[in-house]
């Protein structure tokens, strides 16, 4: 067994019983005893031990050493990602935040000081991604959120006066198509899930909306049959393994909380997915039954017939499977919680409704997210307008009867259709013209009535019946 010494602070590597070789280093301070702390790491073989120690070396250099004069950007980057994020984001946004920052800002600013970053050449940073590598404008988006609250904190150290990433135009997020199936392929997919072993989930999914990570994290536990509720406290999603260097080639498992608060919920259940859930239950029986010894009640509702959970990949070609018996298109597993947000507001579900059962952040983002739904509801809803303009329509031409009296001085012109509507007049066509004039005026500020036909007319001996077209 050897061990290769170096000089004073500085790290050893050493060649354990088991044949491994382990790394010891000089790092930080262990504020339980207010000394310097000792840490260790391993390697199977001594050359990838050496390269390890050089690499926790250099870690530990940069993040001790920040000097706003030489620091370089990319350096700042995996300091503030190790130190101020590591404990604070779930797996799977460290996973993208290490994305960022090792697949786009490390090649394309390699050497750059962070106190040389502008603004200028951020905005020709984010163009060139979206014009030449064909970037989306939410991984954009995304993107530059993480930058911004790296050089966030950069500033309140007083490492940069400024942050750059206030200064950018980001380009216009265009809102994605999202897939939704017909109520016909919604009906046949659910006829032939019936078929299936795990048919169940694909018709608790279209009853509750739920993700595919949160419907794998499922537990027993989770659903109360007496409230008739699912509860959703976790997800279970694979995941890029996170080691010293920060993300890795390999995945793991992750169980985890939620990522956010609303998407820790409760969901009513409809009587029907109830009954079929306790026969799935009654499956699960009979494969511990089959399996024996080598079963394990691991407490999830989704498993394999070892008792195990089932993982993101497996479960989606169990659904492939389903989809391609059904007949259907392509249709990806997140289009079954789209379909049933959109039957919801088909049937009249409120938004405010809608988003909770989601777990969405916020009512807008729903509105803003099934506009498409809310857009046909609103001819179906303006229909009920209709009654109140359903209105005879005022014809172009109207003939009002006009019973004329001859009087010692001329005509009376009585319009029978408007009360109180009388003329005399010394002439007669002066009087039609004042008595049509008068008609006209008042129609104005009424709804036409109907002219008396001549039939029902009463004129007296004398009297004669004229019509004035309005």
Not at 149 to 170: G, M, R, S, T, Y
Not at 222 to 230: A, C, E, T
Not at 452 to 458: A, K, R
Request: aromatic letters at 8%; proline letters at 4%.
């Amino acid at each position: 067994m050897g061990k290769t010494r170096r000089g004073h602070n500085e790290g050893s590597i050493r060649e354990r019983k088991d044949g491994r070789f382990e790394v010891r280093v000089t790092a930080g301070t262990d504020f339980e005893t207010g000394k310097s702390k000792r840490i260790s790491y391993y390697a199977n073989t001594k050359a990838e031990a050496v390269k390890l120690l050089h690499e926790v070396e250099y870690h530990i250099h940069i993040s001790e050493m920040v000097d706003p004069t030489s620091t370089k950007l990319i350096d700042w980057l995996k300091i503030w990602l190790e130190t101020y994020m590591r404990n604070s984001l779930k797996q799977s946004t460290y996973t993208s935040y290490s994305g960022y920052i090792n697949n786009h800002l490390a090649p394309a600013f390699p050497t750059l000081k962070l106190k040389d970053l502008t603004a200028k050449l951020l905005q020709e940073f984010y163009n060139y991604k979206l014009t030449e590598e064909g970037l989306s404008p939410k991984t954009i988006a995304n993107l530059h959120r993480c930058l911004h609250k790296a050089l966030k904190q950069a500033v309140l150290e007083h490492h940069i006066n400024f942050n750059p990433c206030d200064a950018v135009n980001l380009p216009r997020n265009e809102k994605p198509q999202i897939e939704i199936l017909t109520r016909e392929e919604q009906e046949r997919l659910m006829f032939i899930s019936y078929n299936f072993r795990y048919g169940i989930f694909i018709r608790l999914t279209l009853a509750t909306g739920i993700r595919l990570g949160e419907l794998l994290g499922l537990r027993w536990e989770d659903i109360d049959v007496r409230k008739n509720m699912l509860h959703i406290r976790r997800t279970l999603n694979r995941l890029p393994k996170i080691d010293y260097n920060g993300i890795g080639n390999s995945t793991e498992i992750v169980i985890q909380e939620p990522k956010t608060k609303n998407s820790t919920r409760s969901i009513p259940l409809m009587q029907v997915i109830i009954r079929e859930l306790q026969q799935w239950r009654n499956v699960q029986l009979s494969d511990a039954r089959t399996a024996g010894a080598v079963h394990t009640d691991s407490g999830f509702i989704v498993t394999n017939p070892l008792g195990g959970y089932i993982e993101p990949r497996t479960f989606k070609d169990y659904y492939d499977e389903i989809l391609e018996a059904s007949g259907l298109g392509h249709y990806t597993f997140h289009a079954l919680r789209h379909t049933f947000a959109t039957r919801a507001l088909e049937q009249g579900m409120d938004a405010k409704t809608l988003s909770t059962l989601l777990g969405h952040y916020s009512v807008a983002f729903t509105l803003d997210t099934y506009t498409h739904v809310l857009d046909s509801q609103k001819h179906e809803e303006m229909k009920l307008m209709e009654n109140l303009f359903n209105m005879p329509a005022m014809p172009q031409h109207q003939s009002y009867p006009v019973i004329v009296t001859p009087a010692p001085n001329g005509f009376i012109l009585n319009a029978v259709d408007f009360d109180e509507l009388k003329i005399e007049a010394d002439n007669i066509n002066y009087g039609i013209n004042c008595i049509q004039s008068a008609i006209a005026q008042k129609l104005l500020n009424i709804y036409p009535p109907s002219p008396t036909p001549n039939s029902e007319l009463v004129v007296s001996i004398g009297e004669f019946v004229v019509m004035v077209n309005i």
